[in-house]
């Protein structure tokens, strides 16, 4: 018999580490982005997403099995939602607290082409355009507020990238997938090794324009 989990969230939020993390529990089968236009689902989608997750995805395995399920994937494949109702899963909606550093990754990734948690940037550094990061930091709290909306029938648990990098959230996540209590651990290594200030060459710029805002915070937050 399985339980059924999906880690939901927006790219750059951490997904990949919360998903090894998972894996690294003796009762708990944890899969990367199989529903995806580059997973097995997207390369064998003439079958039900159902039909392949209760006996494709899995293949013997019981227990407590879940995949990633990133935001712009949940709108490729819409069905999905209909699957996670039918076959009771639970959602662990993942998001990253500060969006200054969500933007950082994301554009280091662009730049070096390191899109998995296996490697660093390399002393990578970027200029922000202030327009440009402004529209990010409303749209990325909109995206945040969809995917809040979107999963709110399912049974749910909401973390932060930032709580998983602390460990303060690896017993509630265990508590709601009703697993038994395991030290949580992870090969990934964090892409980013160099501070806020030394990877923005404009960093002194950016903080001053976001000077006395809601968004003010990510500047100064503890790295």
Same mark, same amino acid.
């Given at each position: 018999?399985?339980?059924?989990?999906?880690?939901?969230?927006?790219?750059?939020?951490? *997904?990949?580490?919360?998903?090894?993390?998972?894996?690294?529990?003796?009762?708990?089968? *944890?899969?990367?982005?199989?529903?995806?236009?580059? &997973?097995?689902? &997207?390369?064998?989608?003439?079958?039900?997403?159902?039909?392949?997750?209760?006996?494709?995805?899995?293949?013997?395995?019981?227990?407590?099995?879940?995949?990633?399920?990133?935001?712009?994937?949940?709108?490729?494949?819409?069905?999905?939602?209909?699957?996670?109702?039918?076959?009771?899963?639970?959602?662990?909606?993942?998001?990253?607290?500060?969006?200054?550093?969500?933007?950082? *990754?994301?554009?280091?990734?662009?730049?070096?082409?390191?899109?998995?948690?296996?490697?660093?940037?390399?002393?990578?550094?970027?200029?922000?355009?202030?327009?440009?990061?402004?529209?990010?930091?409303?749209?990325?709290?909109?995206?945040?507020?969809?995917?809040?909306?979107?999963?709110?029938?399912?049974?749910?648990?909401?973390?932060?990238?930032?709580?998983?990098?602390?460990?303060?959230?690896?017993?509630?996540?265990?508590?709601?997938?009703?697993?038994?209590?395991?030290?949580?651990?992870?090969?990934?290594?964090?892409?980013?090794?160099?501070?806020?200030?030394?990877?923005?060459?404009?960093?002194?710029?950016?903080?001053?324009?976001?000077?006395?805002?809601?968004?003010?915070?990510?500047?100064?937050?503890?790295?």
């Amino acid at each position: 018999m399985r339980k059924y989990f999906s880690i939901v969230s927006m790219g750059r939020s951490g *997904s990949t580490l919360l998903e090894r993390l998972l894996a690294s529990h003796p009762d708990i089968t *944890s899969l990367g982005e199989v529903i995806s236009p580059y &997973g097995k689902y &997207g390369k064998n989608s003439s079958i039900p997403i159902r039909q392949f997750i209760e006996h494709e995805m899995f293949g013997e395995r019981t227990g407590i099995c879940g995949f990633k399920m990133p935001f712009d994937w949940m709108l490729t494949y819409p069905d999905v939602f209909g699957a996670f109702f039918d076959l009771k899963f639970k959602i662990i909606y993942l998001k990253r607290a500060n969006k200054l550093d969500q933007f950082i *990754s994301m554009k280091l990734a662009q730049k070096t082409g390191v899109w998995e948690s296996n490697a660093n940037y390399k002393g990578a550094r970027i200029v922000i355009k202030i327009e440009e990061i402004g529209k990010f930091f409303i749209s990325a709290n909109y995206a945040d507020e969809v995917l809040r909306q979107m999963t709110s029938r399912f049974p749910k648990v909401e973390v932060t990238y930032e709580g998983l990098i602390a460990g303060d959230s690896h017993q509630d996540i265990l508590n709601f997938l009703n697993a038994s209590g395991h030290p949580l651990t992870t090969n990934t290594v964090r892409s980013r090794t160099m501070s806020r200030r030394d990877v923005i060459e404009n960093f002194d710029d950016v903080a001053e324009a976001f000077s006395g805002t809601p968004h003010a915070w990510f500047f100064t937050a503890p790295e």
